[in-house]
């Protein structure tokens, strides 16, 4: 892919699952400041989708220093989608309850 200056842009999916996907998300959510996770469970009902699917988009320059917040310009979009038998009944409530685990 090429930026809007010419410059490479590398676009890279990584696909988890099982118990890797449940460790990455249980350490992204744990890393994630006390004021993000409660900003993401207020806007719940935004980032779900009809498939129960979570987005996120997170800044890339904070990763790259080990930290978590949300980004809007440069952004890693992650999606998270667990298999139906985690959730037992709804999305908003698994992902709430793993919100609030930490």
């Given at each position: 892919?090429?930026?809007?200056?010419?410059n490479?842009?590398?676009?890279?999916?990584?696909?988890l699952?099982?118990e890797?996907?449940?460790?990455a998300?249980?350490?992204?959510?744990?890393?994630?400041?006390?004021?993000?996770?409660e900003?993401?469970?207020?806007d719940?009902d935004v980032?779900i989708?009809e498939h129960?699917?979570?987005?996120?988009?997170?800044?890339?320059?904070?990763l790259?220093?080990?930290?978590?917040?949300?980004?809007y310009?440069?952004a890693?979009?992650?999606?998270?989608k667990?298999?139906?038998?985690?959730?037992?009944?709804?999305a908003?409530?698994?992902?709430l309850?793993q919100?609030?685990?930490k």
């Amino acid at each position: 892919m090429e930026g809007h200056f010419g410059n490479s842009i590398t676009k890279v999916t990584v696909h988890l699952h099982g118990e890797d996907a449940a460790d990455a998300f249980a350490r992204l959510t744990g890393r994630m400041p006390r004021a993000l996770r409660e900003s993401v469970a207020k806007d719940i009902d935004v980032i779900i989708d009809e498939h129960s699917s979570l987005y996120l988009r997170l800044d890339k320059q904070c990763l790259v220093l080990g930290e978590v917040a949300m980004g809007y310009d440069e952004a890693i979009r992650l999606k998270v989608k667990p298999r139906a038998y985690l959730m037992h009944g709804h999305a908003k409530d698994f992902f709430l309850g793993q919100l609030k685990a930490k």
